[in-house]
């Protein structure tokens, strides 16, 4: 005769036999968490049109937030005191993977961000969006002197660049671009222009 018991109510039951001992804490803290966990993904499993079971938290979080519960993906953070910085990290990913390019811009206007702006500009430009990264390259603090050069050129905005290298006063960043550019091109010109002001 099958166990009709489900996975969660045999983690209970592993939870209540190992609650007589103080010996036990830490597993009893995981099995319990894990319960958790179970019960709320059997709740999404009936309430969403997708399967969550047998997912991490974070993959639980980070699936909720592609599919548009953000507000449900908070309260398991709360629920299981994910840090904010591991938040940001699952919501940047989720949100890169959407190409919800609109509500990384709106991030962009936080004054700051516990994962640095880098892996915002990153993740964008891997995803082929270079005009929303290049939104993140003066929000990026404690680059590498040029950094910001090599950022804009990688988002194809060579002018930009060029602004940057004459900023940080780099007369060498600043050549290569107006050569790259090609000194006929209306790019090239706009460099040109730029080292002669």
């Not at 639980?60 to 910085?85: C, D, H, P, V, W």
């Not at 390259?137 to 090599?150: A, F, N, R």
């Not at 290298?165 to 007369?171: S, T």
Request: glycine share 6%; with cysteine.
């Amino acid at each position: 005769q099958p166990d009709a018991r489900t996975a969660s109510d045999k983690l209970a039951l592993a939870a209540k036999l190992l609650s007589d001992s103080k010996e036990n804490l830490p597993e009893l803290y995981s099995l319990k968490e894990t319960t958790t966990l179970l019960r709320l993904q059997e709740s999404l499993d009936r309430d969403l049109t997708d399967s969550f079971s047998g997912l991490s938290v974070n993959e639980t979080m980070f699936k909720l937030i592609r599919l548009g519960y953000n507000g449900r993906a908070k309260k398991i953070q709360s629920e299981f005191k994910i840090s904010e910085k591991v938040a940001w990290w699952i919501r940047l990913r989720a949100l890169v993977v959407k190409r919800d390019w609109n509500e990384i811009e709106e991030i962009s206007k936080t004054k700051k961000s516990p994962i640095g702006w880098e892996p915002f500009f990153s993740l964008t430009l891997q995803a082929g969006n270079p005009r929303l990264a290049a939104v993140f390259v003066p929000k990026c603090t404690g680059l590498e002197p040029g950094q910001s050069i090599t950022m804009y050129e990688k988002c194809g905005m060579r002018v930009k660049a060029a602004e940057e290298a004459i900023r940080l006063k780099n007369l060498e960043a600043w050549e290569r671009l107006l050569e790259a550019a090609g000194k006929g091109s209306q790019e090239g010109r706009e460099i040109e222009r730029l080292g002669n002001a």
